[in-house]
């Protein structure tokens, strides 16, 4: 048995002996640079086309941290098995506290690991290949998602307060200015309560400069009216 127990520790000590290269500390800086670049190319996609509500600028700068950390720590363990059995013991111990609120933030970091992990496994023609389809397909997304959100359906609320005309010709008045801004209106609340008025609209709009003419129409001819708009861009209009 103890001679058993010797052999495997000696093959386990050859093994580790064995699997241990040295770096290049040329192609080591190389691929810092690549990674360096990929950061800053990472950090204006998240800026440009992120649809997140947090501060993009802030959260883009971790890019860097998390791509060359990443970089670094598979050139090194790559060189050496008893590095990466620590590793694997030392991550296992590791606990991350700061939530990521929203998914999109989670995919652009786990894209920086993966940019890590390639140029760190010296795969950098594949790497830098698969990051520009990558981003280029996220930013056609993006894009194709921006111009079919630029028609705008909402639903406009109005309130309008006591006045001596009558309910029916401010429903005339209303829907008339309405119509001369909106593509399409549906009315779909009318309320009268003592001589107050509230009614509610379902519009679509060509474009955002439609809306600001219809909300100024509506505040320069009608003094006290209250105006609320809540967007409906991802509900179908029909």
Do not use: C
Request: net charge negative; glycine share 6%.
């Amino acid at each position: 048995m103890p001679l058993f127990d010797q052999g495997v520790t000696q093959q386990l000590s050859d093994l580790v002996q064995t699997s241990e290269a040295p770096i290049s500390i040329p192609g080591l800086m190389l691929s810092l640079g690549i990674g360096t670049i990929l950061a800053m190319v990472l950090r204006w996609h998240f800026r440009r086309f992120a649809s997140t509500l947090s501060d993009r600028e802030q959260f883009s700068q971790t890019f860097p941290y998390v791509l060359l950390t990443t970089l670094l720590i598979i050139t090194i363990v790559k060189s050496s098995l008893a590095l990466s059995l620590g590793l694997v013991g030392a991550l296992s111990i590791v606990r991350f506290r700061t939530p990521i609120k929203e998914p999109e933030e989670l995919a652009y970091l786990f894209l920086a690991i993966a940019l890590g992990l390639g140029l760190g496994a010296s795969q950098t023609v594949p790497t830098v290949a698969a990051t520009v389809v990558i981003l280029v397909v996220i930013a056609v997304m993006k894009l194709r998602r921006e111009h079919r959100v630029e028609r705008k359906n909402l639903f406009l609320s109005i309130h309008w307060p006591a006045d001596t005309v009558g309910p029916e010709k401010r429903l005339v008045a209303l829907n008339e200015a309405v119509s001369n801004y909106a593509d399409r209106s549906d009315l779909r609340r009318f309320d009268v309560r003592d001589g107050i008025v509230d009614a509610t609209y379902f519009v679509a709009l060509p474009d955002s400069e439609h809306l600001s003419d219809l909300v100024q129409h509506l505040q320069e001819n009608y003094v006290g009216m209250g105006i609320t708009f809540i967007d409906q861009s991802q509900m179908p209009s029909v």
